[in-house]
């Protein structure tokens, strides 16, 4: 059965691009988890971002494409397409033309420039030599993300359970169901 994400349940609401894509889709697009490989990665987020594009051609929302596109795209790693600086108090995001450089000692976190990653090494610097900092996600991904721990798989336990418990009365019952 396929799982329908949604953020009725959340007091935060996911970016509406990022919501137009997840619809009929049956998976989470989250960075290590069910991606496959390059290929697999590539098509599948060819795939969301013409979701996206869609949604775009909608022109119902007043956003810049730019804008919709760094809340929603996704690349082949299902890490944002755009990528944003993670140095504390820059806002940057790449846009097209602008690209973010990626940390040299664990490859998992980004920023505009030296100036940005210098300022940012204090804090930076035990999460790089543990090479455990968090991937980079969208604000929207960790919504769901969310959702999907604190939502969608206890709901799921459930139901398993209650149909557990629903066949075990019907066989006491002698009932077919
Ligand atoms: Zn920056
Ligand atoms: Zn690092």
Not at 68 to 79: E, N, V
Not at 110 to 136: M, R, T, V
Not at 137 to 153: A, D, M, N, P
Request: net charge positive.
């Amino acid at each position: 059965m396929a799982v329908k994400y949604n953020d009725t349940e959340s007091k935060e609401k996911a970016d509406p691009a990022f919501r137009y894509a997840t619809t009929d889709l049956d998976f989470l697009p989250l960075p290590g988890e069910v991606w496959r490989g390059e290929w697999a990665g590539k098509r599948m987020s060819a795939g969301w971002n013409s979701r996206v594009d869609k949604y775009i051609a909608l022109g119902i929302d007043t956003r810049s494409a730019v804008k919709i596109a760094q809340a929603a795209k996704l690349d082949p790693f299902f890490q944002p397409l755009w990528k944003r600086c993670e140095a504390t108090g820059c806002t940057a995001i790449e846009r097209p033309g602008s690209k973010m450089k990626r940390c040299h000692g664990c490859q998992r976190i980004f920023y505009c420039d030296a100036a940005c990653q210098k300022a940012h090494w204090k804090e930076h610097k035990s999460a790089c030599k543990g090479g455990n900092h968090p991937l980079q996600i969208l604000r929207s991904q960790t919504i769901y993300k969310t959702i999907l721990k604190e939502v969608i798989k206890p709901a799921e336990e459930r139901l398993l359970h209650d149909s557990a418990t629903d066949s075990e009365a019907a066989k006491s019952d002698g009932a077919e169901n």
